[in-house]
């Protein structure tokens, strides 16, 4: 894996978007910043963020995350979780989840080991082991011990 020269982080990508001001915004960072050690793979200039929020402290808000990284299909999570510190760290967590899976979806095509490991054909019956095992060869045993 090449190193990033510059790798993104919440704090560099994250837009706050309807339903939150620009004094939210470090408080939002806070919370996600546990989200630095995945995004920091990406170049922060090819990587956004975005939270919003729809009907904030209402009964039925919703809070959706949305993350562009460039070459790759845009990432939406939301929750309708009614503690708004609750909602953020629902999308936050399931953003997570979403990006260590694209990221595991991607690494056999990049990986010429994973790749060459032969797929097991199917259960084997441990009775067939035993009788393709061919038997000891007595003259070889006094050979290995000298």
């Known amino acids: 894996m090449s190193a990033v020269a510059n790798p993104a982080t919440v704090a560099e990508c994250l837009r706050v978007g309807a339903g939150f001001s620009q004094g939210d915004r470090n408080w939002i960072a806070e919370q996600f ?10 170049h922060a200039d090819a990587t956004e963020l975005e939270v919003s929020v729809k009907d904030r402290e209402a009964r039925g808000q919703k809070v959706t995350l949305e993350c562009w990284i460039a070459g790759r299909q845009k990432i939406v999570t939301t929750s309708a979780e009614e503690d708004l510190h609750a909602a953020l760290n629902d999308v936050r967590d399931d953003l997570r989840r979403r990006l260590n899976d694209a990221k595991t979806r991607q690494e056999p095509r990049h990986n010429k080991h994973l790749r060459d490991i032969p797929q097991p054909q199917g259960e084997l019956n441990p009775a067939d082991d ?12 006094d050979a290995e011990t000298v």
Do not use: G, K, W, Y
């Open 33 to 42: 910043a546990t989200l630095d050690a995945r995004l920091a793979s990406f």
């Open 130 to 141: 035993e009788e393709q095992i061919p038997p000891a060869d007595p003259s070889r045993a």
